[in-house]
DNA sequence: ATTGCTGCAAACGCTTTGCAGAACA
DNA sequence: TGTTCTGCAAAGCGTTTGCAGCAAT
């Protein structure tokens, strides 16, 4: 309940700052989301939204995403076929692995990773604004 | 043209192990994607193809594509909208820098940065099979 | 009242597929 | 000859868009 509030507050924010519209189904869309635990894809959410009683339009679903994804509010990790979302908690970034047996989702994080990023970015003259990287395998329990 | 000598010896071994069959299509897609060097889409390769007079349907471009992906002859990036794929270099893995300015894609290989990966995939008893790093931001000439 | 947002359906871009005929083994 | 591959066109899938009506300012 408390991470739906801020993200409503975050979102009102940003709508405020862009000079847009605020909306009830945007909150509505927002409201879900956090419902929604882990990753999902656009079409989940739609119709979570619509078993819930809550619908939106499978488009404005897909318009209100690529507004949270532009006001940093969810992760957009673009995966073969459909992108998949999930909620972005502010200072906390992460990265991922794939199972290709199972298909769970593991997430991870790892300073000296972030770090050597950087200092191989600095080397090569680029300035990094975001990086995604992702990790295929087998996870503990499906390699028996 | 050694090259091209090589990437064809290497689908004849994958083909005959699979009890594939031998084609003149197959070869011709080898032959095309040696010559563009870079990165490149499925699109590009057939138009590519088609202006040389060795056209291969676009079904035929993809099926021959993800045969060769298969076979570890190309990599596929998989960006948002399309996919890229690029000749394999054997024992030469790389990741990628992408210019949100000026488009161009950057290689990149960071032999801690592969270490460190495994050694988080360790510690996770996740057993890697493949990866993929990505880093968006400014190149060099696009800081000004 | 003005402007931006929404829902609908149609279009989109990339990719895959069913089928009949052609090429390989 | 039997089976696999190819080309064509159509369908598929996730996503975007044009437009008319609706809601927020």
């Known amino acids: 309940m408390k991470r739906a509030g801020k993200l409503r507050e975050r979102l009102k924010t940003y709508l405020e700052n862009e000079g847009l519209r605020i909306t009830k189904v945007r909150f509505n869309v927002v409201e879900a989301l956090t419902e929604m635990d882990g990753h999902f894809d656009a079409d989940s959410l739609y119709f979570y939204m619509r078993q819930r009683g809550r619908s939106a339009s499978r488009a404005t679903v897909y318009r209100t995403l690529d507004l949270l994804h532009d006001a940093g509010i969810v992760y957009r990790i673009s995966t073969e076929g459909q992108a998949l979302y999930e909620v972005m908690n502010i200072d906390e970034h ?51």
């Open 94 to 144: 992460h990265d991922h692995m794939f199972c290709i047996n199972c298909n769970q989702i593991y997430e991870f994080y790892n300073k000296n990773l972030e770090k050597l990023q950087d200092k191989i970015c600095h080397e090569n003259g680029f300035k990094p604004t975001r990086h995604s990287l992702r990790i295929w395998g087998l996870c503990k329990e499906c390699q028996e």
